[in-house]
């Protein structure tokens, strides 16, 4: 028996139920490990209110960091002691947890448990935003909306270290200070400004190539307005609410815009994607163009208060809870 959080019906913080649950040995294929962290994301808020369906009861959680201590029948390349982190199926706020072997990724020594829990989900994010669904090069000119938060910092550290102009929306002064000092040229508090004049302003006219988007509602569609013709509007999250309605034809009428929305587990749905990703990733890491700030870390039983801070969106950074 391990404790877990458990969401037993959609609904409000108070559905996550602090409890005990079993663990089993791992099936054939799966790892067993020891959360030492576990990252908290948004997409744990849509999982418990239902907005992405799940089966219930559920552990949520997607994201994670700790040490094997079972190997499935048949598991090749993983050692019971040895740190890994991972991205991968419900089942990460708890103790302990068995997972696919294909889900984890070995851990390097000089990234600590709590910076591991948080890299994988967000800066996997990232790495497919400016690396596969728009290629940003030097001299493209980006939007980052919401630059302040866990995912935001990433792309805009990355972002100006591949030679992007990097502008950011971010919803206070301080959230500014932080947007900056990841790599954003220029912040907007979009909440006080109109933030596509602003950006007609920074950009001379000339709008931006892409447009990346987690915060959705509050957004959308004053983003397109950002986008010079054939630009790219990525839409990746819905931190606002989900955006409603979409007429194609304000592509049409804003300059034969692009539009897209992905999800990171469709990039990584294949194991040499995965490797792939990750391995650009840390090579990032390595080279210090992004640098992983260690998460805000809470004792996994606080997890109702984590997700409602998160969800008043008054949080900045990545967030983490240890078992």
Not at 202 to 208: D, V
């Amino acid at each position: 028996m391990v404790m877990a959080i458990r969401v037993h019906q959609p609904g409000g913080v108070e559905e996550l139920k602090f409890e005990e649950v079993p663990l089993a040995a791992p099936a054939p294929g799966e790892v067993q490990i020891r959360h030492r962290a576990i990252g908290v994301n948004f997409i744990d808020i849509y999982r418990r209110t239902g907005a992405y369906p799940a089966n219930y009861p559920f552990i949520p959680g997607h994201e994670g960091a700790g040490e094997v201590i079972a190997l499935g029948e048949g598991v090749k390349g993983f050692k019971i002691g040895e740190r890994v982190a991972y991205i991968g199926a419900l089942g990460g706020y708890s103790e302990a947890r068995n997972i696919d072997a294909a889900s984890l990724i070995h851990l390097p020594k000089s990234i600590s448990f709590d910076q591991g829990a948080a890299m994988m989900l967000k800066g996997l994010t990232a790495q497919y935003l400016l690396r596969r669904t728009f290629r940003v090069k030097k001299g493209h000119c980006i939007l980052i909306h919401a630059g302040a938060g866990g995912t935001g910092q990433l792309l805009c550290q990355w972002a100006r270290a591949l030679g992007a102009k990097v502008i950011a929306t971010v919803g206070s002064a301080e959230k500014s200070q932080l947007a900056l000092a990841a790599g954003a040229h220029h912040v907007i508090l979009y909440r006080e400004e109109d933030f596509a004049q602003s950006v007609r302003e920074i950009t001379k006219g000339k709008l931006c190539d892409v447009v990346y988007d987690g915060v959705g509602q509050a957004t959308f569609p004053a983003s397109l307005d950002c986008l010079k013709p054939f630009g790219l509007f990525v839409s990746f999250g819905s931190a606002s609410g989900p955006i409603s309605a979409f007429e194609l034809g304000l592509l049409t009428q804003k300059g034969s815009l692009y539009a897209t929305r992905p999800s990171l587990f469709d990039y990584i749905a294949r194991r040499k994607d995965y490797e792939a990703m990750t391995q650009d990733l840390l090579k990032a890491i390595k080279r210090g163009d992004l640098k992983i700030q260690p998460p805000d870390c809470y004792p996994l039983s606080e997890a109702r208060g984590v997700h409602a801070a998160l969800e008043a969106r008054t949080t900045t950074g990545a967030l983490a809870l240890i078992p």
